[in-house]
T-cell receptor, first 116, second 114 residues
Framework: GAGVSQSPSNKVTEKGKDVELRCDPI?????LYWYRQSLGQGLEFLIY????????KSGLPSDRFSAERTGGSVSTLTIQRTQQEDSAVYLC??????????????FGQGTRLTVV | DAKTTQPPSMDCAEGRAANLPCNHS???????VYWYRQIHSQGPQYIIH???NNETNEMASLIITEDRKSSTLILPHATLRDTAVYYC???????????????FGGGTRLMVKP
């Protein structure tokens, strides 16, 4: 596709259930980022992938959050035992591998997660 | 990472130039200044970036001071569709395993008024 694709676009889940969010980056982009944005708040960094490895997981808010990326392409963000405070828009972005050239990141439209 | 400071909000009249300031006084020599914006209910959108020299593209101009401690994003003829939150970001050095992620601060909420 032409841009970063995220699915589902909206997800309503019951507290305590697990959810899986998917991100399809732009083809050829080796760097992939997950952020979340709570209502009226700024973007909070969660995790960054370079290829299939995640050198920086420092932003994951708890051990209920995990992410993986396979084949250097699709990434899934999993939230186990969801809590109401997990409600937010989860944004994915991708960019070309960064050498000494700086490249822009392209964001998807996000998945709006509502935990009830 | 260098931190950035931006005013929380600004107003601009439609058709006039919008000048959005950003302070990044602790920026290091190999860090770039990036600008993104986020229109309501959309993902962030890249605008422009620069290192030392002023930059211009079809969306905006970026003016970086000689000491690189501050910069200004200029939208030359603001339209109502430019109403958004504008983020000034200093990006960590390349090949830094701590991450090449973009760290977003609070941004400036620009309101373009008719």
């Amino acid at each position: 596709g032409a841009g970063v694709s995220q699915s589902p676009s909206n997800k309503v889940t019951e507290k305590g259930k697990d959810v899986e969010l998917r991100c399809d980056p732009i083809s050829g982009h080796t760097a992939l980022y997950w952020y979340r944005q709570s209502l009226g708040q700024g973007l909070e960094f969660l995790i960054y992938f370079q290829g299939n490895s995640a050198p920086d997981k420092s932003g994951l808010p708890s051990d209920r959050f995990s992410a993986e990326r396979t084949g250097g392409s699709v990434s899934t963000l999993t939230i186990q035992r969801t809590q109401q405070e997990d409600s937010a828009v989860y944004l994915c972005a991708s960019s070309l591998a960064d050498s000494f050239m700086n490249t822009e990141a392209f964001f998807g439209q996000g998945t709006r997660l509502t935990v009830v | 990472d260098a931190k950035t400071t931006q005013p929380p909000s600004m107003d601009c009249a439609e058709g006039r130039a919008a000048n959005l300031p950003c302070n990044h006084s602790t920026i290091s020599g190999n860090e770039y200044v990036y600008w993104y914006r986020q229109i309501h209910s959309q993902g962030p959108q890249y605008i422009i970036h620069g290192l030392k020299n002023n930059e211009t593209n079809e969306m905006a101009s970026l003016i970086i001071t000689e000491d690189r401690k501050s910069s200004t994003l200029i939208l030359p003829h603001a339209t109502l569709r430019d109403t958004a939150v504008y983020y000034c970001i200093v990006r960590v050095a390349p090949y830094n395993n701590a991450g090449n992620m973009l760290t977003f601060g609070g941004g400036t909420r620009l309101m373009v008024k008719p």
